[in-house]
């Protein structure tokens, strides 16, 4: 959303929105120049706007919402709107239950870095930039990260088309795991006919019938694929190879894995469009990463502070592998809020079990953003299903940094969507004083 209000903010549009609470990123639009409210109150509204767009994470019981119902005032959805502005473009479309956010702004920072330009859409604050939005006017080359929450993707005309990853999800809104896999058979067919639609290898390729398909990955059998993959003065060095060739040397300075699979991604679009073999290894080389997704807010011999939005099973397990690689048997802390009661029910299996790998577990209450509470499920019976019980402390969010300093832990790892991220740079300044002062 705050990608499209500085969209229109940009073209000249006066812009206003609401929050339900205060982050950085609101603090950051505000100081652009855009209201925000964060109170639900039809009297801070403006009452005649052109547009108003809105996501399913407002409920229906919104006073704003219900005002501008009642007073047929235009309204779309953020996913109708994203497919008004790109009807007319050649856009990359990124799409994935993980690695879609990263994949897209690796992608629009390839095709800036390059000068190749884009227009670009993403899901998350591109480090080197400190935005998740730009445009260029030399360029019709649009970068959007493709939401399957709600469907929304389905509105989307990718010329290319990557799908990352298709971990049953967002199940109150799809009802089954085959309705959700799907959708993403359905965003595929989508692609224009002369279009490209790059897969990762995990998934079973044969789902989609596309002519112009590969796949890609860090096992021997992907049509793009790495080689001599190895870490070096904690980055990732490696070729990648696919069918007409080989960039040589390829350097990711950033954490996890999963994101050298994720640049192969990029880097796959990056060459569909004719990108020069230097300027992708310039561009991958100094990708600075993207705010929340294994993000060091602290880092020193004594200790670290890493941020990252994994709220799903899949994403957990793919954070906890990247710390385990770069900090092998380090006895951290990993504090995770867990996000909307739907998901923590459907998916409280896959959560106990990933969580049961960690070192030393807090649980935050569950952030229910657009959700009522669903009964019996909280953090607390989720701690029960964790196989290791006697790890699992339940700690208020107020309360998070009394503990952290009260038990002397010096690694700490935060996950989740909702506001957990309010909690990390206070962590991170209590730790570095401690430890630097």
Request: net charge negative; proline share 4%.
């Amino acid at each position: 959303m705050s990608a499209l209000a500085r969209y229109f903010y940009a073209k000249g549009a006066i812009v206003g929105g609401y929050d339900k609470t205060k982050t950085v990123l609101t603090e950051q639009l505000i100081s652009e120049g855009i209201d925000v409210s964060f109170e639900d109150d039809i009297n801070l509204i403006p009452k005649n706007p052109d547009l108003v767009i809105f996501t399913p994470a407002i409920p229906k019981n919104h006073l704003g919402k219900k005002y501008y119902e009642e007073h047929s005032t235009l309204m779309a959805k953020r996913s109708e709107v994203l497919g008004w502005i790109t009807a007319a473009s050649a856009n990359i479309c990124v799409a994935g239950t993980h690695g879609k956010t990263t994949i897209s702004t690796m992608t629009a920072h390839i095709l800036r870095d390059s000068s190749y330009g884009c227009h670009a859409f993403l899901g998350g604050i591109a480090t080197n930039y400190g935005t998740n939005y730009w445009s260029s006017f030399a360029s019709n080359t649009v970068v959007v990260e493709a939401d399957e929450y709600d469907r929304s993707f389905l509105r989307l005309s990718p010329s290319i088309a990557v799908i990352s990853a298709m971990d049953p999800d967002h199940l109150d809104i799809y009802k089954t795991n085959e309705a959700f896999r799907d959708a993403f058979v359905e965003f595929a067919g989508l692609i224009k006919e002369e279009g490209k639609l790059f897969v990762n290898s995990k998934l079973e390729s044969s789902l989609f019938p596309n002519k112009n398909k590969l796949t890609y990955g860090v096992d021997i059998n992907a049509d793009i694929r790495t080689n001599r993959l190895r870490i070096i003065d904690g980055a990732y060095h490696y070729d990648v190879v696919y069918p007409n060739g080989c960039i040589k040397d390829i350097v990711l300075n950033m954490g996890g894995w999963h994101n050298v699979e994720n640049s192969l991604a990029a880097i796959a679009a990056a060459l569909e469009l004719g990108i020069s073999h230097e300027l992708i290894k310039k561009a991958i080389a100094n990708f600075k990463g993207i705010k929340r997704r294994f993000e060091f807010a602290w880092k020193s011999k004594e200790g670290f502070v890493i941020d990252d939005y994994a709220h799903h099973p899949e994403e957990l397990r793919a954070l906890i592998q990247g710390v385990e690689e770069l900090y092998p048997n380090e006895n951290y802390l990993m504090v995770f809020q867990p996000h909307l009661f739907s998901r923590t029910k459907d998916q409280a299996a896959g959560f106990a079990e990933v969580l049961s790998r960690v070192p030393k577990l807090v649980l935050l209450p569950i952030y229910p953003a657009r959700e009522e509470p669903i009964e019996g499920v909280t953090s607390e019976w989720l701690a029960t299903l964790i196989q290791q019980p006697n790890h699992v402390e339940i700690v208020g969010k107020d309360n998070l940094l009394d503990y952290i300093q009260s038990n002397q832990i010096s690694k700490v790892v935060l996950a989740g969507a909702g506001d957990i991220d309010t909690c990390v740079q206070p962590i991170a300044h209590m730790l570095k004083q401690k430890y630097e002062a």
